[in-house]
C-alpha cells in the first residue's frame, strides 16, 4: 500500500535529499534549515523577504551563500522557545571549551571556507551573537544588520582572508543578565570579536550603541592578534572601539576610522 503524502510532506521530503550548487529561494524558516542543513558547495539560497523564527543554530558549510532581500527586509531571529541560557557568559574568549557555540543564529561549519552571508537583518535578543565561526577562510560578511545581541555579533576563531563590509551593527553585544533582572556580568562582548585574524579586511561598517547606560556598554572590535590585516573606513560610536591587546600584532593597518 502506498501511504498518501500532502504537499507539504512531499516538499520537506524533497528539501532533506542533498541540494547541489544552483541557486534555491526559501521562504519559511522550516525549508531555510532544511534547504541549509543540505546544502553542497556553490549552493546560493536566497531567503525571501520576511521574519524567519530559528530554533536552532543555521550552519551553513562550504562554499554555501546565504543571501536575503535586504537589511530589514529578510530578518532572522529566535523563536521564543529557543533560550539559550547565559550561565556560559562571558565566555571563556581564548578558547571554545565552556562556550556554548550553538547559542548564535549562524554557526558556520568547522573550518568551512568560501561561505558568503548577506543582506539581511540578524537579531537577538537572548541568543549570544549573530555568526560564529571556527578556522574559517574566505568568509565574506556584507549588508547585514546585527542587533541587540547579548554578548557578540560576529564571534570567530582563527579566521583568515575574510571580508566584512557594508554592514550595520546596532548593540551588537555587551553585558548581560545573570538570571535575574538588574544582576550585570562583567567583562564587555565585541560587535566583532576575532581570536587569530590574518590576512583580513573589515571596513565600511557602523558601530552603533543606542542603550545609553553603562550596563549595556559594548566593544566595536575585538581582536585577539591580527596577522596581515586592515581595519578601516569604518564608524564606530560605542563604548570602546578597537582593542587588538596581544604582542605579536604583525602587518595590521589601522586607518580612516
Known amino acids: 500500500m502506498i501511504a498518501l503524502r500532502t504537499a507539504r510532506g512531499l516538499l520537506l521530503s524533497f528539501l532533506m535529499l542533498p541540494v547541489n550548487a544552483g541557486t534555491t529561494k526559501v521562504t519559511t524558516a522550516e525549508d531555510l534549515d532544511a534547504v541549509v542543513r543540505n546544502a553542497g558547495e556553490g549552493t546560493v539560497i536566497e531567503i525571501a523577504a520576511g521574519t524567519y ?71 537577538g535578543p537572548q541568543v549570544h551573537g549573530a555568526i560564529f565561526g571556527w578556522e574559517p577562510t574566505r568568509l565574506t560578511l556584507h549588508h547585514l544588520r546585527i542587533q541587540e545581541m547579548a554578548w557578540c555579533g560576529i564571534r570567530t576563531f582563527s579566521m583568515k582572508q575574510a571580508k566584512i563590509h557594508d554592514c550595520e551593527f546596532i548593540d551588537a553585544g555587551g553585558r548581560w543578565e545573570r538570571g535575574q533582572p538588574g544582576v550585570k ?73
Open 53 to 123: 523564527e530559528l530554533e536552532q543554530p543555521l550552519e551553513p558549510g562550504t562554499g554555501v551563500t546565504l543571501k536575503g532581500a535586504g537589511m530589514g527586509e529578510t530578518i532572522l531571529t529566535r523563536k521564543a522557545s529557543w533560550k539559550p541560557p547565559t550561565t556560559t557568559l562571558p565566555d571563556p574568549e581564548m578558547k571554545t571549551q565552556g562556550m556554548d557555540t550553538r547559542a548564535y543564529l549562524v554557526r558556520l561549519k568547522d573550518k568551512s571556507s568560501g561561505v558568503t552571508i548577506s543582506d539581511m537583518t540578524l537579531r
Open 185 to 257: 556580568g562583567g567583562i564587555t562582548g565585541g560587535a566583532i570579536f576575532a581570536i587569530w585574524m590574518a590576512d583580513s579586511e573589515i571596513f565600511n561598517n557602523r558601530f552603533t550603541r543606542t542603550r545609553m547606560n553603562r550596563e549595556n556598554e559594548f566593544y566595536g572590535i575585538k581582536v585577539r592578534q591580527g596577522k596581515r590585516s586592515r581595519v578601516h573606513h569604518n564608524t564606530i560610536e560605542t563604548d570602546f572601539s578597537m582593542e587588538f591587546p596581544f604582542e605579536n600584532d604583525e602587518d595590521v593597518e589601522i586607518d580612516h576610522n
